[in-house]
């Protein structure tokens, strides 16, 4: 068997908070890629995937582990590596020309070689004809084809993609794939492996020879499936709907804590909460009690009907799960006695039972009004919870709970909250 590409080994990459425990984002990663597949990591936001492109590409030092690029070891941008990010980072002074040249340039190749390289780049990825072109004359899809072709250009044999797609159109973002996809299949793109981050389930499946699905908190491989389907491939064969069902199983299914992590226990506060709005979770839970699902959805047909991806269809249906309105199991939403009940109540009937799972299962909620109700004055600055919550969580995930919170705790008139002031408070209730 011939030596891999690229070794990742027993990567880990925390970051050191003061007075607290350190915040792990991957732990224990293992990942080794080989000449002639596309490879995805896939998984929820926060999980690390787009940390460890960034370490595979040598921008990112991981905090323990090894990375090997064809044998030596990554201590830097690599020769031989190139990146595509998910925003299209062009310099919109240059021309479409330009910035394709921009990394030849940099590694001082002679101007005709470099007009010529370009020029082929260009042509490949079906923008001939656009070389003098700016970047704001230039749509979405066409601005993410240029940074594609910036990486071809200097004949990378690892192409990393970071959520190419995912700033795109629907539509765009399916041409786009397809054509990358028969490129790959023809041997027409000059790259020996792809290795590229999504959250998108249909995505891994359609591209991809393997996919790595990720577990978050900490970021960890949790599984690693193969696609046996060759290009091109049909969404609607059976096969395909099959794989793409699993993988929702696969995510969905609750991971059966170690006994030693069990016999810990959590803090109730390290709990980071998605910025879920009501009206979605409300237009979610009437969506699957009302025909065709009655009470019991598969997530994938769900998504395809409400035109969700896998990274907002999850984050609603495990909100709903954390209030007890919905179980998810093996790839479906169903509802509970509570959701049914809630779809079925008036407006202010909602905001009861609303109110009701707020306290029972948001501890954060509960601290907040408990410390209002003993304060003489019912108010109470939102940095004193905002700190506490980032002894457990990161800063970003602290902001996005209490955010989550203040959300959810207005509409179950639980408190009011003051934006200019930053405090919670129970002077406006009625």
Partial sequence: MDAPLLEVLACRQSYH?????????LDDVNLTLREGEIVALLGRSGSGKSTLLRIVAGLLKPTAGTVSWRGGAVSGPTEGIAMVFQSFALFPWLTVQENVELGLEARGVPRAEREKR???????????????????????????????ARALVVYPDLLLMDEPFSALDVLTAETLRTDLVELWAEGKLPVKSVLMVTHNIEEAVLMCDRILVFSSNPGRVASELIVPFPH???????????????????MTRRAVPEPKAAAVQAHPLAMPLERV?????????????????DGRADLPALAATLHYEVDDLLPLGETLQ?????????????????GRAFTQADVDGRRVLFAEALRAHVPLAGMIRQVLDERWNHRASAVRFRDELEDHMSP???????????????????????????QFNLEDLE
């Fill in 17 to 25: 908070k003061e007075a607290s425990a350190d915040l792990v984002v």
């Fill in 118 to 148: 370009a020029e082929d780049a260009l042509d490949l990825i079906g923008l001939g004809g656009f070389s003098s072109a700016y970047p704001k004359e230039l749509s979405g899809g066409m601005r993410q084809r240029v940074g594609l």
């Fill in 232 to 250: 091109p491939r049909n969404r609607l064969d059976p096969a395909f709907r099959e794989m793409v069902d699993g993988i929702y199983a696969l």
């Fill in 277 to 293: 709005g009501i009206n979605l979770m409300a237009g979610l839970m009437e969506a699957v009690a009302a025909p065709p699902y």
């Fill in 322 to 338: 954390l209030f007890r309105f919905a179980i998810l199991e093996e790839g479906d939403i169903l509802l509970t006695e509570k």
């Fill in 396 to 422: 970003d995930y602290a902001a996005d709970t209490l955010r989550a919170v203040i959300g959810w705790g207005r509409y179950a008139e639980l408190f009011s909250y003051d934006e200019e002031a930053e």
